[in-house]
T-cell receptor, first 112, second 114 residues
Framework: NAGVTQTPKFQVLKTGQSMTLQCAQD?????MSWYRQDPGMGLRLIHY???????DQGEVPNGYNVSRSTTEDFPLRLLSAAPSQTSVYFC???????????FGDGTRLSIL | AQSVTQPDIHITVSEGASLELRCNYS??????LFWYVQSPGQGLQLLLK??????LVQGIKGFEAEFKRSQSSFNLRKPSVHWSDAAEYFC????????????FGAGTILRVKS
């Protein structure tokens, strides 16, 4: 059972480039979320989804897009990378109801 | 708006000493509360959670936390710290009905000296 899998683990981009961070879970969880982690700020919610076809914005959505075409996958797209998006990105999933989230190992993204 | 405050950015304790990490929250209803631990370069691992009921909750690795509604606090404790407990600890608050959106504190980095 792989849990929550994030790819890639590391990525370096140039300003203005676009890319997609992948997140997949094999636990049939309905809820999935993306967070970014910056030093001294904890984790902040970017976007989340309560099921296939349903997404909504979190605290810091600007510059990011998401879609949820299947239960398993929840990719995060950077449309035009900016240095302020240099961060560690975590994907998380949980079943509906009173259950905590399971986190992936993160994607470390640097934008030059 | 929900918020979580972890007042201590860094804490250093001696191996074998007791530990208490502080967490205060602001939330308009009864919150669901969590403590997560993160080792360097790793993801977050759930230590314990509080949803309702007994205000003293037990978690993994010998950790416990106490929910005090009157103080809006959910402090994490361990009676005897091991060197392997050195990590960053995050307190989080949320509601499960709305997509499990969590608000995290800024984290406390625990250093253990031998």
């Amino acid at each position: 059972n792989a849990g929550v899998t994030q790819t890639p683990k590391f990525q370096v981009l140039k300003t203005g480039q676009s890319m997609t961070l992948q997140c997949a879970q094999d636990m049939n969880h309905e809820y999935m979320s993306w967070y970014r982690q910056d030093p001294g700020m904890g984790l902040r919610l970017i976007h989340y989804s309560v099921g296939a076809g349903i997404t909504d914005q979190g605290e810091v959505p600007n510059g990011y897009n998401v879609s949820r075409s299947t239960t398993e996958d929840f990719p995060l797209r950077l449309l035009s990378a900016a240095p302020s998006q240099t961060s560690v990105y975590f994907c998380a999933s949980s079943p509906r109801g009173n259950q905590p989230q399971h986190f992936g190992d993160g994607t470390r993204l640097s934008i030059l | 708006a929900q918020s979580v405050t972890q007042p201590d950015i860094h804490i250093t304790v001696s191996e074998g000493a007791s530990l208490e990490l502080r967490c205060n929250y602001s939330y308009g209803a009864t919150p669901y509360l969590f403590w997560y631990v993160q080792s360097p370069g790793q993801g977050l691992q759930l230590l314990l959670k509080y949803f309702s009921g007994d205000t003293l909750v037990q978690g993994i690795k010998g950790f416990e936390a106490e929910f005090k509604r009157s103080q809006s606090s959910f402090n994490l404790r361990k009676p005897s710290v091991h060197w392997s407990d050195a990590a960053e600890y995050f307190c989080a608050v949320g509601r499960m009905e709305y997509g499990n959106k969590l608000v995290f504190g800024a984290g406390t980095i625990l250093r253990v000296k031998s």
